[in-house]
C-alpha cells in the first residue's frame, strides 16, 4: 500500500486509556503464563496501533508543517503522547513484577526487561504536564526553524535550500550563505534562548520529582542505555581530545593548501576541494534510479527492501517552503513501512542522506516483523552504526552518482565524516555542563559552549561574526533542543561505522554479512552485546579510538 493510502485517524485517547488499563490489569491477574503471554501480545498491539497513527500524524506534518489539519494533529499528540509513555511505564512496572517474569524472559529476551526497567524511573504521572509542556516547546523550535525564509539572492529560501550555497566554490558565496544563515539564528536569538532556557529548568524540575539528582541520568535512562554511563563517555570525549582533535586539525592544514587559503574561515570549513565538493549528477528522480541500481547489485536483501520502498512510495525527498528541515527514518508499524524524510539540495548531502536515511530504514526493514515493539529499533547509537555504515558500503558504487567525480566525492565524504566527530563531541560535553549547572544564563551557556568550541575546533576563525563569536552555533543544532545526549551516539556510530570502511576495502561480502546480521537482530540486545554480534570493537577502548584515527588519517593524507 502507498503511503498516501496509509489510513490515519485520531485514536480516542480516553478509550485508549481506559482499555489499556483494563489490559494491564488482566496481566496483573494473569493466573497461568500461557495467559500472561497472550495478554502482552495483546498490549504490544495496542501500542503499535497508538505508534501507527502517531508517525503517520509526525510524517505528514513534516512534508508540510503548514497543513492545518496535521498541524492541529500533531498538537494532539504532544499532548497524547506523554499519557500514553505512562501507560506504558504502567505496562513495564507490570511485566518487570509479573510472577512469570522469568517465562517471559526466556522468550522475549532480557533487552525488554533493560529498557522496561529503566523506563520505569523516568515516569510518575505528577510530570505528566511537564511532559506535555517540554513536548510543546520542543515543538516551537522545530516550527521557528521550519518558518525560516531567508533572503539570499533575491529570494526566500528555506535552511536545506540555503545551505547549498554555503558549500559553493566560490568563496564569497558561500560567505555571504553563511552570514545569511546566521543572521536568522542571530534575529531569533533571543526565542532561541528562551526556548532552551525553559527545556533546561523543565527538564530539571521533572527530573528532581523523579528522584535524580540532575536531568543527566535521566537523560541517559530515557535513551535506555543500559550498558554504559557518563563516565565511559567522559573517557571517549578524552581520547577524542587525544586522538582525533590533533588529526583534523593537521588536515584542515591541508585542507587550506587545497583551497589555496592562507587561513581557513568557518564558511570555508565544509569545503575541501578548490574545484568545489563534487556534486551529484542528476535530480531527485535520477539518484533514486541510481540507488536502486545499487541496491539492485548490492545484495538479493538491499534488493528487496529498495524496491519495497519505492512501489509502496516510502520517501519524499525534495525540499520545499514549508517542509520540516533535516532528513529522518521513521516506521508505521502496522504496515511493516519504513519512511525516509529528507530535504535533497542538489550537493553531495543528497547522495549521503539517502544512504544515511536508507541504512535505518533496511535495518528496521529487516527487524520489522518481530513482535515486540521495542525491537524494531536499537538504542539511538546502533541505529546510526546503521546509517553510516551504510553510507560507507555504498562506496562502490559512488561512480554511479558522480560519475569520473566519485573518487574525489569519497575523499569529501571520508574526511567530512572525520570532521564531525570533535563537533559531535563538542555538543555532548556541552549538554552535560549545562544540565549539570541549569541555572546558567543564557549568556553563561553561549560562552561556555565557545570555551568547549575553542577545545575540539581550535582551528576555527569566524572572521569577525559576533553571533557565533558569542558562541551561538549550537542554536542551529535540532537534537540539543529536541533529544537531549542523542548527538554523542553520532560519534559512537561513527567510530563502528568507520571499522565496517576499512574491513569492507579488504572483504566486502565479509563486511556486509556482519552489517546484516546486526540489521537482522534489531534492538533485541544493548549496544555493547550488538557490537559483538557485528565484530565490532567498542567505541569506549582507547585502542579503538586510536586505530581508527590513524587508518583513516593515513587514507586521506595519500589520496588528497
Known amino acids: 500500500m502507498r503511503f498516501s493510502e496509509f489510513v490515519y485517524k485520531r485514536p480516542d485517547l480516553e478509550q485508549f486509556k481506559v482499555d489499556f488499563e483494563k489490559t494491564v490489569a488482566d496481566l496483573r491477574k494473569a493466573k497461568t503464563f500461557q495467559e500472561a503471554d497472550l495478554i502482552v501480545k495483546q498490549l504490544n498491539k495496542m501500542r503499535e496501533d497508538f505508534s501507527t497513527t502517531s508517525s503517520i500524524c509526525m510524517i505528514r506534518y513534516c512534508m508540510n508543517t503548514n497543513d492545518e489539519f496535521y498541524k492541529a494533529e500533531k498538537d494532539f499528540f504532544d499532548t497524547a503522547t506523554p499519557v500514553v509513555e505512562g501507560l506504558t511505564?504502567?505496562?513495564?512496572?507490570?511485566?518487570?513484577?509479573?510472577?512469570?517474569?522469568?517465562?517471559?524472559?526466556?522468550?522475549?529476551?532480557?533487552?525488554?526487561?533493560?529498557?522496561?526497567?529503566?523506563?520505569?524511573?523516568?515516569?510518575?504521572?505528577?510530570?505528566?504536564?511537564?511532559?506535555?509542556?517540554?513536548?510543546?516547546?520542543?515543538?516551537?523550535?522545530?516550527q521557528l526553524?521550519?518558518?525560516?525564509?531567508i533572503s539570499f539572492k533575491g529570494k526566500k529560501m528555506t535552511i536545506p535550500q540555503l545551505r547549498a550555497f554555503m558549500i559553493s566554490k566560490e568563496r564569497n558565496e558561500r560567505k555571504e550563505a553563511a552570514e545569511a544563515l546566521y543572521s536568522f539564528f542571530s534575529a531569533n536569538e533571543e526565542k532561541s534562548d528562551q526556548i532552551y532556557d525553559r527545556l533546561v529548568r523543565l527538564r530539571t524540575e521533572i527530573a528532581r520529582k523523579l528522584g535524580y539528582v540532575s536531568f543527566t541520568q535521566l537523560g541517559y535512562d530515557r535513551l535506555t542505555r543500559s550498558d554504559y554511563n557518563e563516565k565511559m563517555v567522559e573517557k571517549l570525549r578524552e581520547a577524542i581530545k587525544r586522538y582525533i582533535v590533533p588529526v583534523v586539525a593537521k588536515l584542515r592544514e591541508k585542507q587550506a593548501e587545497h583551497l589555496e587559503?592562507?587561513?581557513?574561515?568557518?564558511?570555508?570549513?565544509?569545503?575541501?576541494?578548490?574545484?568545489?565538493?563534487?556534486?551529484?549528477?542528476?535530480?531527485?528522480?535520477?539518484?533514486?534510479?541510481?540507488?536502486?541500481?545499487?541496491?539492485?547489485?548490492?545484495?538479493?536483501?538491499?534488493?528487496?527492501?529498495?524496491?519495497?520502498?519505492?512501489?509502496?512510495?516510502?520517501?519524499?525527498l525534495k525540499a520545499r517552503d514549508g517542509k520540516y528541515p533535516g532528513g529522518f527514518c521513521h516506521f508505521v508499524p502496522n504496515y511493516r513501512s519504513p519512511f525516509i524524510f529528507a530535504n535533497f539540495n542538489g550537493t553531495e548531502h543528497d547522495v549521503e542522506v539517502l544512504t544515511h536515511e536508507a541504512g535505518h530504514a533496511f535495518q528496521v526493514f529487516r527487524s520489522r516483523n518481530f513482535d515486540i515493539p521495542e525491537y524494531h529499533w536499537p538504542t539511538l547509537e546502533a541505529c546510526e552504526i546503521h546509517s553510516m555504515g551504510m553510507e560507507f558500503f555504498a562506496w562502490p558504487w559512488m561512480h554511479l552518482f558522480y560519475k569520473e567525480q566519485a573518487e574525489k566525492a569519497k575523499l569529501v565524504h571520508l574526511w567530512g565524516a572525520l570532521n564531525f566527530i570533535p563537533y559531535g563531541t563538542c555538543v555532548d560535553e556541552f549538554q552535560h555542563l549545562?544540565?549539570?549547572?541549569?541555572?546558567?544564563?543564557?549568556?553563561?551557556?553561549?560562552?561556555?559552549?565557545?570555551?568547549?568550541?575553542?577545545?575540539?575546533?581550535?582551528?576555527?576563525?569566524?572572521?569577525?561574526?559576533?553571533?557565533?563569536?558569542?558562541?551561538?552555533?549550537?542554536?542551529?543544532?535540532?537534537?540539543?533542543?529536541?533529544?537531549?545526549?542523542?548527538?554523542?551516539?553520532y560519534v559512537l556510530a561513527q567510530i563502528c561505522a568507520f571499522q565496517f570502511w576499512i574491513r569492507s576495502r579488504s572483504d566486502f561480502r565479509s563486511a556486509f554479512a556482519d552489517y546484516v546480521k546486526l540489521c537482522d537482530v534489531g534492538g533485541s540486545l544493548p549496544f555493547t552485546e550488538l557490537l559483538k554480534v557485528s565484530k565490532l570493537s567498542s567505541p569506549f577502548e582507547d585502542e579503538s579510538i586510536r586505530t581508527v584515527a590513524e587508518e583513516v588519517y593515513c587514507w586521506i593524507n595519500s589520496h588528497a
Open 145 to 149: 526553524v521550519s518558518s525560516a525564509r
Open 261 to 316: 587559503l592562507k587561513k581557513l574561515k568557518y564558511y570555508d570549513l565544509s569545503v575541501i576541494l578548490k574545484q568545489g565538493n563534487p556534486k551529484p549528477q542528476g535530480d531527485e528522480d535520477e539518484i533514486v534510479l541510481k540507488a536502486r541500481e545499487m541496491y539492485a547489485e548490492m545484495s538479493q536483501q538491499t534488493d528487496e527492501f529498495f524496491s519495497f520502498m519505492l512501489q509502496n512510495e516510502l520517501m519524499d
Open 89 to 142: 511505564t504502567l505496562f513495564y512496572r507490570t511485566l518487570l513484577d509479573s510472577n512469570f517474569r522469568d517465562d517471559l524472559e526466556k522468550i522475549y529476551g532480557k533487552q525488554l526487561f533493560n529498557i522496561a526497567s529503566l523506563t520505569v524511573k523516568t515516569f510518575k504521572p505528577e510530570i505528566l504536564d511537564d511532559l506535555v509542556e517540554e513536548n510543546k516547546l520542543s515543538t516551537q523550535y522545530a
Open 434 to 489: 549545562v544540565y549539570e549547572n541549569p541555572d546558567m544564563t543564557p549568556r553563561e551557556r553561549r560562552k561556555i559552549w565557545r570555551d568547549i568550541e575553542k577545545t575540539y575546533m581550535p582551528e576555527i576563525d569566524y572572521d569577525g561574526n559576533q553571533f557565533l563569536e558569542n558562541g551561538g552555533r549550537w542554536h542551529q543544532q535540532m537534537h540539543i533542543f529536541e533529544n537531549p545526549f542523542y548527538y554523542i551516539d
